[in-house]
């Protein structure tokens, strides 16, 4: 059984940094894909970034290409997610989340293993 356990959120003004890290353990979670999505109150959850396994392959959504960063550490059994230049809309709540396969994907569904997530807010 995977677990995955997110940190690093906080309150932040405009413009401002954050990174989030998600520590993963149990099975084989250092051989799986990992993605972060986020949802905002009263929308839907958003693909943010994933990381594959292997040659960590790094995949972005379009409103955080630029600005935002996926590494891997395996050593640690840890994702990062570096977080900057961040703006009001980038609100919400950050989860990590592993799939059983080391390709990773953009879409919710194809994950299996979630985190409780972490809030992120950004100050206007």
């Known amino acids: 059984q995977v677990t995955l356990v997110e940190s690093g959120g906080g309150l932040v003004q405009t413009g401002g940094s954050l990174r989030l890290s998600c520590l993963h353990s149990g099975g084989s979670s250092n051989n799986y894909g990992t993605g972060w999505f986020r949802q905002a109150p009263g929308k839907e959850r958003e693909f943010v970034a994933a990381?594959?396994?292997?040659?960590?392959?790094?995949y972005y959504g379009d409103s955080v290409t630029g600005r935002f960063a996926i590494s891997r550490d395996d050593a640690r059994n840890t994702v990062y997610l570096q977080m900057n230049a961040l703006r009001p809309e980038d609100t919400g709540v950050y989860y990590c989340a592993q799939r059983t396969t080391p390709i990773t994907s953009t879409e919710a569904k194809a994950y299996g293993y979630w985190g409780q997530g972490t809030q992120v807010t950004v100050s206007s």
């Open positions: 990381i594959s396994r292997g040659y960590s392959t790094t």
